[in-house]
Structure formats: structure tokens, C-alpha cells
């Protein structure tokens, strides 16, 4: 996951102000998997792509910007 990309998340779950343990509980998803996909350790299943982007009411592609760009 790209520098850019874990930057945008972080800033929208603090613009948001709630903590890695309050995001995956209100996801459910556990806290470790949210730490990893913010420091760029693991990335989200396209399920938990639109959860997070319909959570903070943005899109996939302005959440994750350079996620078209990835090699399948």
C-alpha cells in the first residue's frame, strides 16, 4: 500500500475522531487488521473497501486514491 494512500486513511479516521478500536468494532473487524491496512502491513477485501468508504461516506477511489493504478 502506498505512503499516499495509508496517509488518506488515517486522515479521514481522524477528521472523523475515532481510534483504530472504534472503527473495527463499528466494521467489524478487528483492530489489528485496521492498524494494518493504516500502516500499509495489509490492505482491505473489496467487502471491507466499501464498508469503510460508505462508513465515512467518501468513495473507494477518493478513500484509496491510487487504487486503480495496483497490478492484479
Do not use: C, W
Not at 46 to 60: D, P, S
Request: aromatic content about 10%.
Amino acid at each position: 500500500m502506498s505512503t499516499r494512500r495509508r496517509e488518506q486513511f488515517r486522515k479521514y479516521r481522524n477528521q472523523f475522531q475515532i481510534s483504530q478500536r472504534q472503527l473495527s468494532l463499528a466494521l467489524n473487524v478487528s483492530e489489528s487488521h485496521i492498524r494494518n491496512i493504516e500502516s500499509g502491513r495489509g490492505n482491505p477485501d473489496v467487502k471491507l473497501l466499501f464498508k469503510i468508504a460508505n462508513y465515512f461516506g467518501t468513495t473507494a477511489e477518493d478513500l484509496f486514491p491510487d487504487l486503480a493504478d495496483e497490478q492484479v
